[in-house]
């Protein structure tokens, strides 16, 4: 190619041999037909034909060339504009997928916390007797993990077993579960329904059966009326609400809990033990690894009420030795 609107077009014929012309196609187009009108014997047209068919490729590929790169540049344009100006993480969150990203997926692509001033002293506090005016001040945004010892205070919780909820939920799958979230982790389980349809030994953790643990949203209108009448807010919480639904947490004693991850909630969240007692193991974010220690653990009791931003800390549970664990909770605002 020449510069700005030229090209240079080559016209072979059998007399006269090789003809260079530095011309634009409607240029040469015009030569060729004064060409003809002159020299119509001498000229080779199936020659011309060819070259002028060359050329024409030429203009063409010329063009989408350039077309391509408008596109290219709109594409990097568009992508920078989304990624600066829309919450891409949250944005994704939102949609449902055909195939869900796993744990480890969603741990890799989570935002960064830039600011791990609060793991730096990691210190679970433990408290009873706590003012929500002091909750609010101290502990609800701060990041730090807090035990409440009576943090079932007046609640009627005794009612809250296996069998409350297997009597409380629809006997069919056919029933509406709305959207209800069930996290089965390592069980063979695939539905609500198939935990409250397992053998009773199995249900009663007989020994040489097969050990579970699983969790699920209550988001059914019915269940979460009627499950309320035995539990609260805890008291410390005041009037903060319950931004989102409740879930509960049931396992096998002796056997591994939630395995090690970070929650992708909206806010913090507090999860109170009604039976048997768990372990929690916390460890800080690896960008937070080189200014808080690496990991710390709490066993809670039956009437105790744990809270922690499962949003910061990775964390993972183990159900201890003894009876089994049953815990209710939800996260606050």
Known sequence: PSSSNSTKAVVSTQSTGIVSMSITEKEFIDRVFQFQQSNSDFLNWESVRKHHHSASNYFLRKKL??????IACSFVAIAAYLLYSVDIFNLVRSVDCLVPASETLQDLCRPVQEDCSYCKILKIHVRSNLSDEEFVDKYAYSGL???????????NS?????QYFKDLYPKSKDDDFGDCQFFPYRTNFTHLLDVFNMSPERAAFKDGTEPWYIGWSL?????????????KVPYFLGKSERPNDDWVFMGSPGYKGAPLHIDYVDYASWQAQIRGRKKWTFAPPPECYFECPTSQSIVVEPGNVFVFDSNRWFHSTE????????TIGAEYD
């Open 65 to 70: 060339r350039k077309n391509c790169w408008i």
């Open 319 to 326: 159900v201890l030795e003894g009876e089994y664990s049953l």
């Open 219 to 231: 988001c059914m209108g019915r269940v979460s009326r009627e499950l309320r009448k035995h539990y």
């Open 145 to 155: 993990p807090l035990l409440v010892t009576d943090g079932m205070r007046d609640w």
């Open 158 to 162: 005794e009612k809250i077993n296996f």
